[in-house]
């Protein structure tokens, strides 16, 4: 296992079509997060999972974002009808209970025109 | 974010120590951590400090916590061109059972000759 893998790299969208990233975090980690980096700023927190459940939706998460971890592993993000400001990189991290660190993937770069 | 300021941008000559300085509010906090990203990158865990520490020191790197005044630095000696990137301090802020980490808005180090 090599670390936290995001899927694609790089997305160029046009306004209004649905996106779907993917993430797959290090194997037995129970947890896995969604952090979202607009330019020139640091990650901020979208949503956490424990296993398949849900936890927390941040308020940055509108109606048009949706996060599913169906089996506990791999996790996928999807936003409906893009806009121009959901432009940034979607990074994953995955952890575990016990671990003081989270590990981040290498992100999707989203660009919406 | 307004929980965890940095300042924005730091230029040192290589071979020097550069300082990287990051204040905080949350006093809960439990761990605080220093991640680096190189261009189109995701984050690489530099280091972390646990809060009950005053400094921590790792090879290159050295950490230092003032709690009563909620600052952290990042010292890296011996400054080489591959240390340009971007500095993010966060913090572990504990909620409901879990851990989300609140991230600064980065420091972009740029090394010269």
């Known amino acids: 296992d090599t670390g936290v893998s995001q899927d694609p790299r790089h997305k160029i969208t046009k306004r209004g079509q649905n996106v779907t990233f993917r993430c797959d975090p290090i194997s037995e980690h129970n947890r896995l997060y969604w952090y979202r980096q607009t330019l020139g700023q640091g990650p901020e927190f979208l949503t956490y999972f424990q296993n398949e459940a849900q936890l927390e939706k941040s308020r940055l998460l509108s109606d048009r974002f949706s996060a599913e971890r169906p089996k506990g592993s791999f996790s996928t993000l999807e936003i409906q009808r893009t806009e121009q400001g959901d432009s940034a990189m979607y990074l994953c991290?995955?952890?575990?209970?016990?671990?003081?660190?989270?590990?981040f993937g290498q992100g999707t770069r989203l660009t919406v025109v | 974010g307004e929980d965890v300021e940095q300042s924005l941008f730091l230029s040192v000559r290589e071979g020097d120590s550069s300082v990287i300085n990051c204040t905080y509010t949350d006093s809960s906090s439990t761990y605080l951590y220093w991640y680096k990203q190189e261009p189109g990158a995701g984050l690489q865990l530099l280091t972390y400090i646990f809060s009950n520490m005053d400094m921590k020191q790792d090879q290159r790197l050295t950490v230092l916590l003032n709690k009563k005044d909620k600052h952290l630095s990042l010292r890296i000696a011996d400054t080489q061109t591959g240390d340009s990137a971007i500095y993010f301090c966060?913090?572990?802020?504990?909620?409901?059972?879990?851990?989300?980490?609140?991230f600064g808005a980065g420091t972009r180090l740029a090394v010269h000759p």
């Open positions: 966060a913090l572990r802020r504990v909620s409901g059972g879990y851990n989300k980490l609140i």
């Open positions: 991290a995955s952890g575990s209970e016990g671990i003081d660190e989270a590990f």
